[in-house]
């Protein structure tokens, strides 16, 4: 209905609705109309492809490729399997730890979404290691760290992997420069 107590027609409505959209989001276009709804599309809709994205892939359990990472213990091993981690972005990798591994406390910057892919998974918060809270997460957990957050990691009942999914770029400081292996030359605790 108009101010004046008439029905509006078709026309009209359209009209004043495209005309109401269109002042709040200019970039709206008029696509046609669905079982009576206006249908719109907006060209802020359309995102560019992250780097490596544009097109289907898959990536086998056998076509991972796991390389060293100079700041892990030199027996664990990092696969990246999205993105470009060094870089501002969405990024997935997965970390192989062995047997008796320990990553001593260090934090990273960007917030992080593990899922442990095979093996357990123990992970202690706080700014000292602690055998004896750590917790344990069986394959299909997925745990949420926030950025800055303190914690460390025992592969105290056998080899773990977990797969990372953040957004880069990736970073990893130490509490105790002494635990991180790019200080002297990868030696293992």
Known sequence: MCDSGRMLTHAETFSLCYAAAFAVHPQLRYRGRRRGRLIWKSRLMIRPHQ???????????????????PAFPPTSR?????????????????VKVPAGTKL???????????????????????ETFDGDTVKAYPPGSVL??????????????????TQVT???????????????PRQHGRQRH
């Open 51 to 69: 780097p490596g994205q544009a097109a289907f892939r898959a990536i086998l359990p056998e076509d991972i490729d796991w390389q060293p990472f």
């Open 166 to 180: 953040a957004i880069g770029p990736l970073a990893l400081e130490y509490l105790d420069p002494a635990d991180d």
């Open 104 to 126: 001593m406390p260090h934090k990273h910057p960007e917030d992080r979404v593990y899922t442990v892919m095979s093996g357990i998974f123990y992970i202690g918060l706080g």
């Open 144 to 161: 949420v760290l926030p950025g800055e957050t303190w914690h460390f990691h025992w592969a105290k009942s056998g080899e773990y992997v």
């Open 78 to 94: 990092l696969a990246i399997l999205v993105g470009h981690p060094n870089e501002a972005g969405p990024y997935v990798i997965r």
